[in-house]
């Protein structure tokens, strides 16, 4: 049996269950069920029940991994998270077996078995159960996003993107993918709707000039003026393609795009692993490279942070030493 093979069929499982959730929520979305957090981003009901139902699946089967989570219960808790409780409470138990079902405390605490801090030995998942919220609101990309770590490096990784074509030539085609990689047996992406799994890498681009960049399309998470002289410095022509998430990781891990640039807006802020280790995983094993902006690998030991790393550089590992020189060139590191 190949390594990885049991926690590479829950995560799926649990993945998947949670981005039906995503996807039922955003059709019956209202206003109450949207908070604003303390460092004023978004998280709503479908964030706190994605988690909830993969912490219940990884604690039914690995009931002694720690999970690294980006939410936690406190907002659902008391008088004022009653209504969100009461949500949260049946849209998770809409989508566990009869066995699996909990009570609002339960509930809270599977939400609460994400709050590892994380560190350099033994194995834990890191789970962002919506990566790019403001995407799901808008109805634009967003991906639920599993990763397990094991002293530090990121053996699995699987993302959830509901609302990705299946198929990057057939934009108003099928949505919902699952992308799936274990470190050294490859990236391959599969629908929702089968189990039949392709396995999916980089477009074959030589040249900088030829290839295509992608961004977030918030400004605030990473700098659209930067990115636009770094693209011109590497005579690259053709329109950044924005899009919310991780879906990045995964658009140009199957070619639809070649570049992913990440590029601090502020001194201050340090990347979370869970915006980060599922799609690092797939890029390496689609055939690419991820570093940061110094060049550096991302350091997933030290916790919930990237805090030794600043900025995200993702490309095929042909270009990568060329966007990075680009990149250092424009920022004059
Ligand atoms: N100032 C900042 N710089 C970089 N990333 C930021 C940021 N503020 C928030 N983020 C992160 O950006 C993620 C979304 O990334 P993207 O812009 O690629 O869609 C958010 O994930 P969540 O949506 O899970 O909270 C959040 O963790
Ligand atoms: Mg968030
Ligand atoms: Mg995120
Ligand atoms: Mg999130």
């Given at each position: 049996m190949l390594a990885l093979a049991h926690e590479r069929a829950v995560a799926i499982q649990a993945v998947l269950q949670a981005s039906k959730v995503c996807q039922s929520v955003f059709q019956h979305l209202v206003a109450n069920e949207t908070l604003t957090k303390n460092d004023k981003s978004p998280v709503t009901v479908a964030d706190f029940s994605a988690q909830a139902i993969v912490n219940t699946y990884l604690e039914k089967a690995f009931p002694n991994d720690a999970i690294i989570g980006e939410e936690d219960s406190q907002d659902l808790r008391g008088d004022t998270g009653k209504v969100l409780r009461e949500k949260v409470h049946s849209l998770t138990n809409g989508v566990l077996s009869a066995s699996q079902q909990l009570s609002e405390d339960q509930i809270l605490k599977a939400i609460d078995r994400g709050n590892y801090a994380g560190g350099a030995t033994g194995r834990h998942w890191a789970l962002?159960?919506?990566?790019?919220t403001k995407g799901f609101l808008r109805g634009g990309q967003y991906a639920v996003c599993l990763a397990l770590i094991i002293d530090g490096v990121v053996e699995l990784g699987v993302m959830g993107t509901?609302?990705?074509?299946?198929?990057?030539?057939?934009?108003d085609g099928e949505r919902g993918s699952l992308f799936v990689a274990v470190r050294g047996q490859g990236a391959f992406q599969r629908p929702f709707s089968s189990e039949k799994e392709v396995p999916i890498h980089f477009a074959d681009v030589s040249s900088t000039k030829d290839a295509t960049f992608c961004e977030s399309v918030e400004a605030g998470h990473s700098s659209h003026s930067d990115a636009a002289q770094i693209a011109s410095e590497l005579e690259i022509t053709r329109p950044a393609v924005r899009m919310d998430s991780q879906a990045k990781y995964c658009s140009i891990s199957r070619g639809d795009a070649d570049i992913y640039l990440r590029l601090p807006?502020?001194?201050t802020y340090v990347e979370k692993i869970w915006d980060h280790a599922s799609g690092n995983v797939l890029v390496t094993e689609a055939g690419g490279k991820v570093t940061d902006i110094h060049g550096n690998l991302l350091d997933f030991?030290?916790?919930?942070?990237?805090?030794?790393n600043k900025g995200v550089i993702a490309s095929s590992s042909r270009l990568h030493d060329s966007v990075l020189k680009a990149v250092q060139k424009v920022l004059k590191l």
């Open positions: 962002d159960p919506i990566d790019g509901p609302n990705l074509p299946i198929d990057a030539s057939k934009p807006v502020s001194d030991s030290i916790g919930r942070t990237l805090a030794k």
